[in-house]
């Protein structure tokens, strides 16, 4: 059975002494400003309802939302007893732990937010920041992969890979799986649905298809990932982010019926 060897890349860059500049705060920042650019470029495109100084603006918006929702979702969702009896370890951020369902209430929250207080339609700005959003799945799952972290079960296909700390049998590389499918190929698919005009036009189209997107692709990839150890599997072989994923369906079929239904935007 043909079997790869964990890549040696230090999860560290660089260092300046006790600054660790790592792969998955790169990720995260590179993640958020060509997000940041790309929306840029979308709000310039027909029709026009949103500035660029919003877009310049929502950026540090983003940026909160991202670390803090992401590290709530995950103290939440996946270790709440381990946190709430250390309390003091939720700042702790850069020891790891965060999540993407937290990560993406926390964006839905601040969207809402920031487009009340510049008078914004709201949905129509989340269309942006949805079809963008794939630009950090993909480049965050690869950081995933260099750190060696949620890594896959156990396999015998031919590209498995032997992860240090995960014993000696060779495993998906699932944070590859994700990286493509929730980022390389849900980008393509959002960037030629906005592309359509009539689409733009209709409001919670693309955010929709960005939820209903992301869903079917976790619900896939989590049947290759090794579940979180503290949770193991759940009901009927289910995982957490399986389960997390599946109200995301639900809330995207009903933006796109909703974006069907109303009228076009002017």
């Known amino acids: 059975m043909l079997s790869f060897a964990f890549p040696a890349i230090d999860p560290i860059i660089f260092e300046v002494g006790p600054l660790a500049v790592r ?9 958020l400003l060509l997000g940041w650019r790309y929306m840029v470029w979308m709000a310039a495109q027909s029709p026009v309802s949103v500035s660029r100084d919003d877009v310049d603006d929502f950026l540090v918006w983003a940026i909160l939302a991202v670390v803090l929702g992401g590290r709530i979702g995950y103290v939440l969702f996946y270790n709440f007893e381990y946190y709430a009896a250390n309390p ?16 993406l209430l926390g964006v839905v929250v601040a969207t809402f937010w920031f487009c009340r207080k510049r008078e914004i339609d709201a949905l129509k700005f989340f269309d942006m920041v949805a079809t963008a959003a794939p630009i950090g799945l993909l480049l965050g799952r690869i950081a995933n992969f260099i750190n060696a972290e949620l890594y896959g079960r156990p396999t015998d296909v031919e590209w498995g890979v032997v992860f240090p700390g995960a014993g000696d049998v060779p495993r ?19 960037y030629l649905l906005f ?34 150890i503290q949770l193991g599997f759940l009901l009927g072989g289910t995982t957490m982010g399986q389960w997390l994923s599946a109200p995301m369906w ?9 974006g069907l239904k109303k009228p076009l935007v002017k």
């Open 172 to 190: 998906h590389p699932s944070q590859l799986y994700e990286s493509a499918l929730e980022g390389l190929v849900l980008l393509i698919i959002l």
């Open 88 to 103: 003091s370890q939720i700042l702790m951020v850069w020891q790891g732990g965060m999540s993407f369902h937290g990560g």
């Open 23 to 31: 792969w998955y705060s790169l990720a995260y920042i590179a993640g």
């Open 250 to 258: 639900i809330g995207g079929a009903w933006l796109i019926y909703y």
């Open 195 to 228: 592309r359509n005009e009539k689409i733009r036009q209709r409001t919670g189209i693309l955010s929709g298809a960005f939820l209903i997107g992301y869903g079917i692709a976790r619900s896939i990839a989590e049947l290759f990932r090794e579940p979180d």
